[in-house]
C-alpha cells in the first residue's frame, strides 16, 4: 500500500524559512517521480515542483523558483526546502506520486503559514 506521509509545515514569518519532508513507502521509491502541490485558501491545487526518480532533474512552478529546492534522498524521503518564504505561500502542501494507469497517490497534507 503506498503511503506519503508530510511534516515539516508551520507558521512563520515572511522571508523565514521551512523544510518539507514526505516520507514514501509501499513502493518503488527509486522509480517514480514525486511532486508537490498546494492548496492556498479558497483556491484550487497548484502543482509547486516535481523531481525525477534518480534526482537529476527538477522542475518548478514560476513562482518559486529560485526560493524552493526540491529534493530527495535514499531513506525513501523527499524534502522541499522553502526560503524566502512570502504570505502567498500559505497554503496546505501535499506530496504527490503519481503513477501512469494507476492514478494519483496523495499524503495528508501539512499547513504553511506565512505571516507577519
Known amino acids: 500500500e503506498v503511503q506519503l506521509v508530510e511534516s515539516g509545515g508551520g507558521l512563520v514569518q515572511p522571508g523565514e524559512s521551512l523544510r518539507l519532508s514526505c516520507a514514501a513507502s509501499?513502493?518503488?521509491?527509486?522509480?517514480?517521480?514525486m511532486s508537490w502541490v498546494r492548496q492556498a485558501p479558497g483556491k484550487g491545487l497548484e502543482w509547486v515542483s516535481t523531481?525525477?526518480?534518480?534526482?537529476?532533474?527538477t522542475t518548478y512552478v514560476d513562482s518559486v523558483k529560485d526560493r524552493f529546492t526540491l529534493s530527495r534522498d535514499n531513506a525513501r524521503t523527499v524534502y522541499l526546502q522553502m526560503s524566502s518564504l512570502k504570505p502567498e505561500d500559505t497554503a496546505v502542501y501535499y506530496c504527490?506520486?503519481?503513477?501512469?494507469?494507476?492514478?494519483?497517490?496523495w499524503g495528508q497534507g501539512t499547513q504553511v503559514t506565512v505571516t507577519s
Open positions: 504527490n506520486l503519481r503513477v501512469v494507469l494507476r492514478g494519483d497517490y
Open positions: 523531481i525525477n526518480g534518480g534526482g537529476s532533474s
Open positions: 509501499g513502493f518503488t521509491f527509486s522509480s517514480y517521480a
